[in-house]
Nanobody
């Protein structure tokens, strides 16, 4: 089992920044693929960013590329999502997810085994 706890969400004006954190516990963190997903009201959950367990190069959704930066600290078993130049369209509940290592598409949520409770991001115009 893996427990994921997100933090760092909040209310920010358009153009502002936030850093989300996801603290993991319960399993060897360095063996996990980590992902960030979000779900806006009335919309389906969508991929935001992901990092494979053995690769330091994150994948990003086109909508956040160039504005968001995902990173992981294996020593702290924590994953981060630095969000810059936030837009009202970024308003959503942001979820951290962990998946067992494997050659699956880390942009697809159904491949992940563990999910956090989410942290709310609200961007005002």
């Amino acid at each position: 089992q893996v427990r994921l706890v997100e933090s760092g969400g909040g209310l920010v004006q358009a153009g502002g920044s936030l850093r989300l954190s996801c603290a993991a516990s319960g399993r060897t963190y360095s063996n996990l693929n980590m992902g960030w997903f979000r779900q806006a009201p009335g919309k389906e959950r969508e991929f935001v960013a992901a990092i494979r367990w053995n690769d330091d190069n994150p994948y990003y959704a086109d909508s956040v590329k160039g504005r968001f930066t995902m990173s992981r600290d294996n020593a702290k078993t924590t994953t981060y999502l630095q969000m810059e130049s936030l837009k009202p369209d970024d308003t959503a509940l942001y979820y951290c997810a962990a998946g067992l290592r494997g050659l699956y598409d880390v942009r697809v949520g159904r491949f992940y085994n563990y999910w956090g409770q989410g942290t709310q991001v609200l961007v005002s115009s």
